[in-house]
């Protein structure tokens, strides 16, 4: 059987996605709180990002999810968390992927 999705579905898809990534980023914000020594990696991975977009949802052979980071340090390296928040969307959708698109590294210096 072939769905076929409209403009309007994908919109609100985009919106739906964006509204559980954001509440994933800030639960997994609170969860680092309580991690240790072990997970300064994580930790330091996780506070580098101060917002994460949906840059655009492609429905064709699943659904692909392309993320803009926006980071406010020098960082490149955010795939733990992509395939974090990837799983934890993929409970609410499944067959999804998230892709990072892009990185802004936003300098807080003024």
């Known amino acids: 059987m072939k769905y076929i999705i409209t403009e ?4 609100k898809l985009h919106s739906i996605i964006q ?6 980023l800030i639960g997994l914000k609170e969860e680092s709180e309580e991690w240790g020594l072990g997970e300064m990696d994580d930790i330091d991975e996780i506070n580098s990002i101060d917002k994460i977009e ?7 052979l699943g659904t692909k999810v ?3 980071i926006h980071s406010n340090s020098d960082r490149d390296d955010f795939q733990n968390i992509r395939a974090e928040i990837q799983y934890r ?5 499944p067959n999804i992927k998230l892709f990072i698109n892009d990185i802004t590294h936003i300098n807080n210096e003024r």
Do not use: G, T
């Open 66 to 68: 392309y993320i803009n």
């Open 8 to 11: 309007n579905q994908v919109e």
């Open 19 to 24: 509204n559980l990534i954001d509440l994933e």
């Open 89 to 93: 969307v993929d409970q609410w959708f």
């Open 54 to 60: 949906v840059d655009r949802v492609v429905p064709h």
